[in-house]
């Protein structure tokens, strides 16, 4: 496997010549954050310099949804990749290290098939028969990693809300994010992706990330800002490049993903929950996601804007 993004920094720093072109780098990537524009032969320096690493092990390196000092990690990744993202928000390069347990998921996402035409009766408890996102939870009572740290980001994302904007949604962003890396899959999925046959289950299954909190503002912001608010954000461009990488729709393909990883596109779904891209159901009755997020008054980048919108709400591959 590829090394991880901290034990290549550490690496690079211990070599004189790789720590002198790592410094460049990182005042290219501070230039970038400050949205300083660089002129052209400051870009042509800073492309340079990425490409002086050649083979070093920092080019490659990636990182891990549950590492302990994930955003350290990524702050690594953008430094070396920093133009990856210039002028546009086609990030192309996820940071994260595709698990092996890929396998994994694609049987449980035909668990969930089942689920959804009913076939799995086996497994469900007494008496929820009818809402299985009720069935979700009950399952998620049974691990106790699980329900507390339900129980956790639900009280912080619960503080306040219902009056005007007094929710600490960088906290209940962080509770959720600690929810869905920490807690196994087989669990998360279940509460994310409930089967519904009816509008009772369907709000159960919309207030899963407590959407006052994590996913509504008083009013829709344009959906530009939401991008821009998230490229400043090493966690939440990260997951909007895995998730860019992940759910690349493509027409020819069986699934309708480009990467013909249906499984890997609903994992990377899942991590955007918990940025400031986080997105949710839009309502009881269906199963359509979207942003909370407009791009009326978008100007002349309406057509951005679509682009970014339509990931969400018109990707063939979730």
């Not at 939870?137 to 503080?159: D, G, M, P």
């Amino acid at each position: 496997p590829r090394s991880d993004c901290i034990a290549a920094e550490q690496q690079c720093l211990s070599d004189s010549t790789c720590n002198a072109t790592y410094r460049v780098l990182e005042s290219c990537a501070l230039a970038k954050s400050r949205l300083l524009p660089l002129d052209q032969e400051g870009r042509v320096r800073c492309l340079g310099t990425e490409l002086d690493l050649g083979n070093s092990s920092l080019l490659h390196c990636r990182c891990h949804r549950r590492m302990k000092r994930q955003e350290h990690c990524l702050r690594v990744f953008w430094t070396v990749h920093s133009s990856v993202t210039d002028g546009y928000f086609n990030l192309e390069t996820s940071p994260y290290e595709n698990p092996a347990n890929e396998e994994q998921w694609k049987t449980d996402y035909n668990k969930l098939a089942a689920l959804v035409s009913g076939k799995d009766c086996s497994s469900q408890l007494a008496g929820d028969a009818t809402n299985p996102c009720l069935k979700a939870t009950h399952v998620c009572n049974l691990s106790k990693k699980c329900v507390r740290l339900r129980t956790e980001y639900a009280s912080i994302c619960t503080k306040g809300a219902g009056s005007e904007d007094t929710c600490d949604r960088r906290k209940c962003h962080r509770g959720l994010r600690n929810f869905f890396e920490k807690v196994p899959e087989d669990f998360t999925k279940r509460i994310l992706f409930c089967p519904c046959q009816d509008e009772v289950c369907g709000e159960r299954r919309r207030k899963t990330i407590v959407p006052d909190c994590s996913f509504q503002y008083s009013t829709k912001p344009n959906c530009l800002w939401l991008l821009d608010s998230c490229l400043e954000d090493h966690i939440c461009k990260s997951r909007l490049a895995d998730f860019q990488q992940n759910c690349q729709p493509a027409d020819t393909s069986p699934d309708g993903c480009a990467l013909q990883g249906h499984a890997a596109c609903l994992r990377a779904y899942m991590g955007m929950i918990g940025t400031p891209m986080t997105p949710n159901y839009i309502s009881n009755s269906s199963v359509e996601i979207s942003l909370w997020c407009t791009c009326e008054s978008s100007g002349n980048q309406k057509e951005k804007c679509d682009q970014i919108l339509g990931m969400f709400e018109s990707n063939k591959c979730l």
